[in-house]
């Protein structure tokens, strides 16, 4: 009777836990068994691990073989636990010494060649890993330049199960992972190219210093998601430990661009209205996987035609909104996303969408009103800055005078605005001010003196502002005041912070 034991990650959501794969070989009718709660692709590994054995030219042991994923109560999902049972099961037949594997975390999917290929989550996985003390992974060679982001991780990048089988058995060298390229990322389009919408550009900078939500509501043409395209390009660029979340959603989902690396621009997500609600917020069967709201974390989600998307998939966004996170429940578990994001809207006033906006619009007030009205009024108060843009005119469009500011120009006072904030909520742990709680705003040293919030407490009594908003219109003021160069808000910040906040600022 042989045993061994290989190192392997499993993935819960972005949380990576260590998994033992044990391979105990013992006489009797020859087959195997898989423990451990595998999902379907571990249950179909023993073939593909069995013919990736015999074509790297290995013996396959004709025994009873059994392989347990330690710990057996967390379920295991997907195909990067191929390579360590192949491991195991040579170490457990005596091919292989097992103490080489000692202290070695293993990942990679094995073709029925023997190639290993390239696994999702790699960089989730290996910083699981290197919290839990070991510095020594084997990654497949496609996933080498994401792992080697690691800090303190010691990548061996593997192409076929031959190879590293030769390695484990006389030190034969494995490949060398490639150098991360610089994550900057690819330059977005430039605000430069917007013309005219003066309002429509503060309110971008505005919600863009502060981490507001943003709606734009206008005709066709207007701008709306030249506008919205654009707010990444001012917003500054991830640190390092928002990149690596960022880049672990993106490595869970596949979508890491070719040469791995940190991503460092603002992710921006664009679905159709057509998106469903699990496309929006996660889901699918089995392990839930990231939506566009969590794959937007720490960058922009942008909702074209807001009103034709579905009630149910609006209405989903508001709880990940509110908390930033997005909590998905399974019979078999639940997974948890960062969604902290910044939502933009954009939405024709009417169905017609006549071009001229109010002129000639052919619809009935009725049908105005329910088109907006699948906008919720829950949903709207999530958003900060609500604001209606114009047409834009012949002059503006065909002006050649001096050149609208460009998003440098405008990502310089962004940067500036949000270095005040954080340096302001730095006892609060807070990095912008749409993070900050109301509690926070309305106590000392933070609280307004009660000449500058006159016309805002007029509103909470009217109640044309409910509680929420309140709070949201003097984050707003705050980002303004920190925009402009002042260390508290004046009387003027809150007035335009209402008007950015009502949609009376067109």
């Known amino acids: 009777m042989g045993y061994a034991k290989v190192l392997s990650v499993g993935l819960a959501g972005v949380a990576g836990h260590l998994v033992e794969v044990e391979a105990d070989l013992a006489p009797g009718l020859p087959a195997v068994i898989i423990s451990g709660l595998p999902d379907t692709a571990l249950h179909e590994a023993r073939d593909r691990v069995r013919a990736a054995i015999v074509n790297s030219g290995q013996k396959w042991p004709n025994r009873r073989i059994t392989l347990n994923l330690l710990p057996a109560t967390l379920p295991k999902y997907g195909s990067a636990f191929d390579l360590a049972i192949a491991l195991a099961v040579l170490a457990g037949s005596g091919e292989l010494p097992p103490v080489a594997l000692d202290a070695t975390v293993v990942l990679g999917e094995l073709g029925l060649d023997g190639a290993v290929r390239p696994v999702r989550g790699t960089l989730p996985m290996v910083a699981a890993a290197a919290r839990a003390g070991h510095t020594r992974v084997v990654v497949p060679a496609g996933n080498a330049a994401e792992a080697a982001v690691i800090p303190g991780?010691?990548?061996?990048?593997?192409?076929?199960?031959?190879?590293?089988?030769?390695?484990?058995?006389?030190?034969?060298?494995?490949?060398?992972?490639?150098?991360?390229?610089?994550?900057?990322?690819?330059?977005?389009?430039?605000?430069?190219?917007?013309?005219?919408?003066?309002?429509?550009?503060?309110?971008?900078?505005?919600?863009?210093?502060?981490?507001?939500?943003?709606?734009?509501?206008?005709?066709?043409?207007?701008?709306?998601?030249?506008?919205?395209?654009?707010?990444?390009?001012?917003?500054?660029?991830?640190?390092?430990?928002?990149?690596?979340?960022?880049?672990?959603?993106?490595?869970?989902?596949?979508?890491?661009?070719?040469?791995?690396?940190?991503?460092?621009?603002?992710?921006?997500?664009?679905?159709?209205?057509?998106?469903?609600?699990?496309?929006?917020?996660?889901?699918?069967?089995?392990?839930?996987?990231?939506?566009?709201?969590?794959?937007?974390?720490?960058?922009?989600?942008?909702?074209?035609?807001?009103?034709?998307?579905?009630?149910?998939?609006?209405?989903?966004?508001?709880?990940?909104?509110?908390?930033?996170?997005?909590?998905v429940a399974r019979t078999r578990g639940a997974t948890e996303y960062p969604a902290r994001t910044q939502l933009v809207l954009a939405a024709n006033p009417c169905p017609c969408a006549k071009p001229s906006g109010d002129v000639d619009c052919e619809c009935p007030p009725l049908a105005r009103r329910r088109y907006l009205g699948r906008l919720s009024g829950p949903l709207l108060d999530r958003v900060d800055v609500q604001?209606?843009?114009?047409?834009?005119?012949?002059?503006?469009?065909?002006?050649?005078?001096?050149?609208?500011?460009?998003?440098?120009?405008?990502?310089?006072?962004?940067?500036?605005?949000?270095?005040?904030?954080?340096?302001?909520?730095?006892?609060?742990?807070?990095?912008?001010?749409?993070?900050?709680?109301?509690?926070?705003?309305?106590?000392?040293?933070?609280?307004?003196?009660?000449?500058v919030t006159r016309d805002l407490r007029r509103r909470l009594d009217t109640g044309s502002l409910s509680a929420r908003g309140y709070d949201r219109v003097l984050r707003l003021a705050w980002t303004i005041a920190d925009l402009d160069g002042r260390d508290r808000p004046g009387h003027d910040d809150v007035a335009e912070a209402i008007q950015l906040r009502t949609g009376e600022g067109a």
């Open 153 to 327: 991780i010691r990548v061996h990048a593997v192409d076929t199960l031959h190879r590293l089988v030769a390695h484990v058995r006389d030190g034969s060298p494995l490949l060398v992972p490639p150098v991360p390229a610089p994550g900057h990322g690819t330059a977005g389009p430039d605000l430069v190219d917007v013309a005219g919408q003066p309002l429509g550009r503060r309110a971008l900078e505005i919600a863009a210093a502060g981490g507001h939500h943003l709606a734009l509501l206008g005709p066709p043409g207007a701008g709306k998601t030249m506008l919205a395209e654009r707010l990444p390009s001012i917003l500054p660029e991830l640190d390092d430990e928002a990149a690596l979340e960022v880049t672990a959603l993106h490595s869970i989902a596949g979508l890491l661009p070719p040469g791995g690396g940190l991503l460092r621009r603002p992710p921006f997500q664009a679905p159709h209205h057509t998106a469903t609600v699990p496309a929006l917020v996660g889901g699918g069967s089995g392990l839930a996987r990231p939506g566009a709201v969590s794959l937007a974390h720490r960058g922009v989600l942008f909702l074209d035609e807001a009103p034709e998307f579905g009630k149910g998939a609006l209405e989903a966004l508001r709880q990940p909104l509110e908390s930033g996170r997005v909590r």
């Open 387 to 451: 604001v209606k843009l114009k047409a834009v005119r012949a002059a503006e469009l065909l002006s050649t005078g001096a050149a609208q500011e460009s998003s440098a120009t405008v990502a310089a006072r962004v940067v500036a605005a949000r270095r005040a904030a954080a340096e302001r909520w730095a006892a609060t742990g807070h990095r912008v001010n749409a993070d900050v709680s109301g509690p926070d705003l309305r106590r000392p040293p933070w609280h307004l003196p009660a000449r």
